[in-house]
């Protein structure tokens, strides 16, 4: 459920055109679909394989360094504070590493199909397998092609924007006070959601909820605080969390979260599944919201077999 990116270790890529480590933090956190990894790329290096998932959603976010995005033909620059947004079946991608390096933390919101075409290897990945299943490993057939064309860099495009970019929505309300910059939306995601969420000091990212039917995953890059969870049979379990934590909150557990920052405040990247029949349980109100109906009730919770005898 909880980790820190410290304590995950790194596996190496040391090709000869493929250099650089990823933590697998997703995994480490027990995320079971969305995939989050942070990865470690030396300068003027390329760690990724140029690629286009089939039914998978990829978000970027470029904690330090500065680079290249590089999209088909075409590549234009990334920088510090810049999230880009790839969708499925899209352009293929990669990034080179510029004279500082890139630290980049990477979120996919899972695949069904587990299909990953790499155009330059004419190769695929099939899950843990490959096409042609009589081929080498697809990132063998990536080095064997040789050193990536990188074109030289244009505008922008559509896929990358600088997270302030992103307009502010706050909310003060109660025990909440928040700025939540939407950033899935503003790059026009549709299977997956991510933000970036800024907690007052000594309050709440939200109130305590829990989902049927979507996963979250959450990571702390500044200040600390505490994870409250409030278990339906158990009660109130307490987590403090800082920079570098990573927690993963599946849906269907029952179990409601919230995060409550401490004296310097708060701030972390939430990333979620997106599902149309998610109904949002707050246990503090006894409310839920049923997404696809728009609509917020009180409910009475009551025994299984109340009126029923």
């Known amino acids: 459920m909880i980790c820190h990116w410290d304590d995950v270790a790194p596996f190496e890529i040391r090709l000869q055109n493929l250099r650089g480590s990823y933590r697998r933090l997703g995994t480490a956190a027990g995320a079971a679909r969305l995939g989050l990894s942070r990865w470690d790329i030396g300068p003027g290096d390329r760690a990724v394989s140029q690629h286009v998932h089939a039914d998978e959603e990829e978000f970027f976010i470029v904690l330090a360094g500065s680079g290249l995005a590089i999209e088909n033909g075409a590549s234009h620059e990334i920088a510090a504070g810049d999230v880009l947004f790839y969708a499925a079946g899209g352009v293929a991608h990669t990034m080179v590493a510029g004279a500082s390096g890139l630290d980049v933390l990477a979120f996919g919101s899972g695949s069904d199909a587990g299909l990953v075409y790499l155009p330059r290897a004419v190769a695929m990945w099939a899950g843990t397998r490959w096409l042609p299943l009589d081929g080498p490993n697809p990132f063998k057939l990536e080095d064997a092609a040789g050193p990536?064309?990188?074109?030289?860099?244009?505008?922008?495009?559509?896929?990358?924007?600088?997270?302030?970019?992103?307009?502010?929505?706050?909310?003060?309300?109660?025990?909440?006070?928040?700025?939540?910059?939407?950033?899935?939306?503003?790059?026009?995601?549709?299977?997956?959601?991510?933000?970036?969420?800024?907690?007052?000091?000594?309050?709440?990212?939200?109130?305590?909820?829990?989902?049927?039917?979507?996963?979250?995953?959450?990571?702390?890059?500044?200040?600390?605080?505490?994870?409250?969870?409030?278990?339906?049979?158990?009660?109130?379990?307490?987590?403090?969390?800082?920079?570098?934590?990573?927690?993963?909150?599946?849906?269907?557990?029952?179990?409601?979260?919230?995060?409550?920052?401490?004296?310097?405040?708060?701030?972390?990247?939430?990333?979620?599944?997106?599902?149309?029949?998610?109904?949002?349980?707050?246990?503090?109100?006894?409310?839920?919201?049923?997404?696809?109906?728009?609509?917020?009730?009180?409910?009475?919770?009551?025994?299984?077999?109340?009126?029923?005898?």
């Open 148 to 309: 990536l064309e990188v074109p030289e860099p244009g505008p922008r495009s559509s896929s990358t924007i600088a997270i302030s970019e992103v307009a502010q929505q706050s909310i003060r309300r109660g025990d909440v006070a928040r700025d939540a910059r939407k950033l899935g939306e503003a790059l026009g995601a549709h299977r997956s959601g991510l933000s970036e969420i800024r907690v007052d000091p000594t309050m709440r990212s939200n109130p305590p909820h829990c989902h049927s039917g979507e996963d979250e995953l959450f990571v702390i890059l500044e200040g600390d605080g505490l994870l409250e969870l409030l278990h339906p049979d158990r009660g109130l379990e307490t987590h403090p969390v800082a920079a570098g934590h990573v927690i993963s909150l599946p849906a269907g557990t029952a179990t409601a979260h919230s995060f409550v920052a401490g004296d310097a405040g708060l701030v972390l990247l939430a990333h979620s599944t997106k599902d149309p029949s998610d109904i949002t349980f707050l246990p503090r109100s006894q409310k839920i919201h049923i997404r696809g109906l728009r609509a917020v009730m009180r409910v009475n919770q009551v025994d299984f077999w109340d009126g029923e005898e």
